[in-house]
T-cell receptor, first 110, second 116 residues
Framework: GQQLNQSPQSMFIQEGEDVSMNCTSS?????WLWYKQEPGEGPVLLIALYKAGELTSNGRLTAQFGITRKDSFLNISASIPSDVGIYFCAGHSGTYKYIFGTGTRLKVLA | DTEVTQTPKHLVMGMTNKKSLKCEQH?????MYWYKQKAKKPPELMFV???????INESVPSRFSPECPNSSLLNLHLHALQPEDSALYLCASSQGEVGATNEKLFFGSGTQLSVL
């Protein structure tokens, strides 16, 4: 099925560093969602974005809905070891289909 | 409450067994979903129920049979599975209102299925 391009694919960072990842699409979306998934668990919704240009924060996480509606960005500030996991973006265009990104695997070195 | 509850957490079954996965939500959501996820890959859509009717079947083999007994419950019946069907099976729900501008998709914790 269709997938969104998500980058980077994986990253190792030092504790305390800031992290940035992004998701790009050839199609426009009305909604962007960001999830975190840990091994053996379901994805947990972190942030939902509904408007082009929207910037939304959830604690140390900040996400933006790109103005072209074809991309979205997630930033994590001052990373901590428990930020480890796979982060997925998902685009939604008003149907029941959510298109997922390929995932960014984050590993934090203490 | 944004909880989607799935049971069982883990399931091991033989290729001749019949088993069922269960999912429940009490958020008043009208759309419920089954996804299949292989390790390190994004979730893949299998089925969508909208207002208790099957809306989307992503060409899933008939050995997977979904059922929506009511607006809060979703089942996935499994029969004669193959080893390659081993995966994390995720249930999800969303408001499911046509034209809604603030849809969110909530996932359960999944059932890790191993087919021997």
């Amino acid at each position: 099925g269709q997938q969104l391009n998500q980058s980077p694919q994986s990253m190792f960072i030092q504790e305390g560093e800031d992290v940035s990842m992004n998701c790009t699409s050839s199609s426009i979306f009305n909604t962007w969602l960001w999830y975190k998934q840990e091994p053996g668990e379901g994805p947990v919704l972190l942030i939902a974005l509904y408007k082009a240009g929207e910037l939304t924060s959830n604690g140390r996480l900040t996400a933006q809905f790109g103005i072209t509606r074809k991309d979205s960005f997630l930033n994590i500030s001052a990373s901590i070891p428990s930020d480890v996991g796979i982060y997925f973006c998902a685009g939604h265009s008003g149907t029941y289909k959510y298109i997922f990104g390929t995932g960014t695997r984050l590993k934090v070195l203490a | 409450d944004t909880e989607v509850t799935q049971t069982p957490k883990h399931l091991v079954m033989g290729m001749t067994n019949k088993k069922s996965l269960k999912c429940e939500q009490h958020m008043g959501h009208r759309a419920m979903y089954w996804y299949k996820q292989k390790a390190k890959k994004p979730p893949e859509l299998m089925f969508v129920y909208s207002y208790e009717k099957l809306s989307i079947n992503e060409s899933v083999p008939s050995r997977f049979s979904p059922e929506c007994p009511n607006s809060s419950l979703l089942n996935l019946h499994l029969h004669a599975l193959q080893p390659e069907d081993s995966a994390l099976y995720l249930c999800a729900s969303s408001q499911g209102e046509v034209g809604a501008t603030n849809e969110k998709l909530f996932f359960g914790s999944g059932t890790q299925l191993s087919v021997l």
